[in-house]
């Protein structure tokens, strides 16, 4: 009786590890949605659409974003309100869609020298166009 006690009481030890073992452990999903890059074209002051530079003249002292639709264009603007001096460029990093929004991710990038700096204060933005999209939009910096 004591060899079939054992091997009960074994059994039952294995069940117990087994059952803690397997439920402390999980299959852990990390929920990465997947990136579609964009093409744009990043737009100079003279091409772009009168409404948008009213737009950035209302609101360049601060920081800003939007994003602004025209027939089937798209223009995403961002701005890094007022700059102590010039030379300041934007970086575009990332222009992607998900299944649920748009992402620009940018970069503001400060003068490269003393001789790109000028005494005035500058209102560094971006405006980049892109085919339309009804996809909500996410800034990032």
Known sequence: MRKS???ISLG????????VGLSSCGIIKIDREEKQKLD????KEEDMPREIQALIEERKEQ????????????YLVKGYGQQEGGGYSIQVEAL???????ELKTKLLGPSGEEDQSPEPSYPYIVIKMEYRDLPVRFQS
């Open 5 to 7: 006690m054992k091997k």
């Open 12 to 19: 039952i030890l294995a069940a117990v590890v087994l059952i």
């Open 40 to 43: 744009y074209t990043v737009v």
């Open 63 to 74: 920081e800003f974003q939007m994003a602004y639709q025209s027939g089937n264009e798209l």
């Open 96 to 102: 992607s869609m998900t299944e649920n929004a748009l």
